[in-house]
């Protein structure tokens, strides 16, 4: 997808108090320091998600309109963080309102890092999204720290521990991957167009 431009259109940190936006919005997920912010930029070409060597640097909805088309949502990272328990505690009642609520959800990419694979708060967030009919999609990073012929091995045990689910390789550092994400989210939203058509 071109990238004409991106405008941050808003933020929340209380649940219900989301910017009013009408585009498709797709949500970014990941344990704190699994290298989503550099996932966001690297697919927008540009540096719009802060990042930081400090697990759990964003602590509110980030959301960025692309193309005045599309929206993506960066969601706060989960996992372990040097914040006080209740701050996370509130962090994951933020979350889980937004999944279950904001209407023009398309679907989340879930992000793991391709050294570590998934843990139980991933396959707790596939739960809750499967169990609130929320599309989703698994994309492992870091791809670039393992030499090539040990991706695909790599990727065939994270699948098996993912349960089938379908698996992407990205690297926010040399850009693979990208084409293929782009690809698979522009599916999800078409989807819920789809849906919004044959439910009107």
Not at 16 to 23: E, I
Not at 119 to 134: C, G, K, M, W
Not at 153 to 176: M, N, V, Y
Request: with cysteine; proline share 4%.
């Amino acid at each position: 997808m071109k990238i004409s431009s991106v405008e941050f259109a808003g933020a929340a940190m209380q649940p219900g108090r989301y910017p009013r936006l009408s585009q498709p919005e797709i949500a970014f997920a990941g344990r704190s320091n699994v290298g989503k912010s550099s996932l966001i930029n690297r697919l927008l070409n540009r540096k719009i998600a802060r990042t930081s060597q400090t697990p759990g640097h964003t602590r509110q909805l980030n959301f960025f309109t692309i193309n005045q088309v599309l929206t993506f949502v960066d969601l706060p990272g989960y996992g372990y963080a040097k914040v006080a328990k209740s701050e996370r505690t509130a962090w994951q009642r933020l979350i889980e309102d937004y999944l279950i609520h904001a209407p023009n959800l398309c679907g989340v990419v879930i992000i793991l890092d391709i050294r570590r694979g998934p843990e139980a708060e991933e396959a707790a967030l596939a739960d809750f999204l499967a169990y609130h009919n929320r599309p989703f999609l698994f994309v492992a990073t870091k791809c670039d720290k393992l030499k090539r012929n040990q991706r695909e091995k790599q990727r065939q045990i994270l699948r098996q521990q993912i349960g089938g689910e379908p698996l992407l390789l990205f690297s926010a550092r040399d850009g693979h991957g990208t084409d293929a994400l782009w690809q698979a989210m522009l599916t999800l939203t078409a989807a819920l167009e789809t849906k919004k058509i044959s439910d009107a």
